[in-house]
């Protein structure tokens, strides 16, 4: 027994050892100035643009095995439920070989490294690669163009994950101006009900629109694409803004008008996005006509136009949503500052059936011909307020069907032919919301009532024109 504590200690004492004198023999190289350092900042502070090798350099860290070595190396949940991330802590350092050469990233984060007068850097994150001075000169340049090529590698087979970005209100405290959390939302076009014509024409529209590069740049102007996506809440606007990012593999930017001080920070904001990226305003009719941003007319006009991210080069899809576009300054959706505006109409026949598919698993049902007769009378509801009965009533496709129908009769007479909605008054109707929570409850047309005096509220409150308009064709 004794022996193995003698042998126990003399290890412990042994791996002390060894792990000291590594670190001294690395202090006393740094006392010698063997080693150059080299910064990658997360940010270019001369233009306050986005600096891409930064995120080159993280994508390509992230996929190296040595991350697991680090003394500090943290755990995310990844995109499928048992995946899990391994990412580099802050002020944590991981180390690469590279043609027989060793080399150091420190990943260095909330640093004040004094250099930086504007305290929006101050916090700023950077790496910093600390290689011998006698191999820099062998290597750096092949070593960079392989971190070039394995991040453009990961990039290209999709296996980075979406991020979805939030613009923060604390930029001016000398935080980032964007917070980011992975982006999972599920929604693709197949899982949309919408005219699979349109669908494909969208498609091919952003493939055309990302192999046109060289075409731009010779018609010097900006690579970007610009989406009005229209119509009544409930719709589709920003499940399709989601299935654009799937189809695309691109991180959403989303811009909360509310938040931004004013028109400089808003093309600071676009200046830090990165490339390949779909940068979202939603609800901008809201915005212009309650005057409930900082943002002039004229800021969001340049915004729009792309200037400023104009010297980057790279593509960007941007995507306005509105509930409708009657009282917005024509100016603002001319061609050019908006190339494709698409119209998400309430429900019909046809978008009910794809629902009735996708939702309840029924391609014919002897009901159908009934829900034709009653959308072909004008009636309608939005996809959303439909979704929600087959979701509640989903072990029962007929009693789902019914649901709607008896919905469609109630609360949706007139609405697909352009009546007004008339909000309910009913006492018991809208200051109940959790009648909407407690969706696996609605069976009765009580319980119906109760859901739609709370989207009618909703409706009304956003929009009160949204459902009087006779909409355009869809793309144009
Ligand atoms: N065309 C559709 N096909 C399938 N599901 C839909 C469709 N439109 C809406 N939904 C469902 O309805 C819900 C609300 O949709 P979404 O948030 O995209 O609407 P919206 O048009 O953005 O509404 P708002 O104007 O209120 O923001 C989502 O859960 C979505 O799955
Ligand atoms: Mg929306």
């Known amino acids: 027994m004794p022996a193995m504590v003698i042998l126990f200690v003399a290890l412990a004492v042994l791996f002390l050892f060894f792990s000291f004198s590594k670190k001294l023999w690395r202090g006393v190289e740094d006392w010698f100035h063997v080693y150059q350092f080299l910064k990658v900042p997360q940010h270019n502070h001369t233009t306050l643009q986005e600096n891409h090798l930064y995120r080159k350099v993280s994508l390509y860290l992230h996929s190296l095995a040595s991350i697991e070595d680090s003394d500090f190396t943290t755990l995310l ?104 959390v992975p982006f999972t939302h599920p929604c693709t076009f197949e899982t949309l009900a ?110 729009m136009d792309g200037v400023v991210s104009s010297c980057c080069g790279e593509e960007k899809v941007m995507v306005f949503t509105m509930n409708s576009k009657e009282h917005v300054d024509p100016n603002l959706l001319r061609p050019g500052r908006i190339d494709v505006h698409i119209h998400f109409p309430l429900c019909d026949f046809t978008a009910f059936k794809t629902m009735a598919n996708n939702y309840l698993g029924v391609k014919e049902h002897k009901l159908f011909p009934q829900v034709q007769e009653i959308f072909q009378n004008g009636a309608s509801l939005s996809p959303a307020e439909i979704g929600e009965l087959m979701i509640a009533n989903r072990n029962s496709p007929s009693r789902a069907i019914k649901s709607v129908i008896t919905a469609l009769q109630t609360d949706g007479d007139g609405r697909g032919s352009g009546s007004p909605i008339v909000r309910h008054t009913g006492e018991d109707d809208v200051d109940e919301p959790d009648a909407v929570m407690c969706g696996e409850g609605l069976h009765t047309v009580k319980d119906l009532r109760k ?13 009160p024109s949204s459902n009087t308009s006779s909409m355009p064709s869809p793309l144009r």
């Open 77 to 180: 949940t990844g995109k499928k439920h048992n995946d899990i991330l391994l990412c580099l802590g802050p002020n944590q350092t991981i180390q690469d070989r590279f043609l027989g050469a060793t080399v150091f990233w420190h990943n260095q984060t909330d640093a004040d490294d004094g250099a930086d007068q504007n305290p929006q850097f101050n916090r700023a994150r950077a790496f910093v690669l600390k290689i011998r001075k006698v191999d820099k000169r062998r290597i750096l340049r092949p070593y960079l163009q392989h971190i070039h090529a394995v991040a453009d590698d990961i990039e290209q087979q999709g296996n980075r994950d979406l991020r979805l970005f939030m613009n923060t209100a604390a930029a001016a405290q000398g935080g980032g101006r964007w917070r980011s």
């Open 451 to 463: 859901l739609y005096g709370f989207f009618r509220l909703k409706n009304t409150r956003r929009s």
């Open 194 to 303: 919408m005219e699979s014509d349109l669908k494909n024409r969208v498609k091919s529209d952003l493939e055309s629109f990302l192999r046109a590069k060289q075409y731009y740049n010779r018609l010097g102007r900006v690579w970007k694409r610009s989406f009005l996506l229209y119509g009544p809440s409930g719709t589709g606007k920003s499940s399709f803004v989601a299935a654009m990012a799937n189809f695309l593999r691109y991180d959403v930017y989303d811009i909360d008008l509310s938040k931004v001080p004013s028109d400089s920070d808003l093309k600071l904001l676009l200046l830090q996005t990165t490339p390949k990226s779909v940068v979202v305003v939603e609800d901008l009719d809201r915005f212009l006509a309650e005057k409930s941003t900082a943002v002039s007319p004229s800021g969001m006009l340049n915004f």
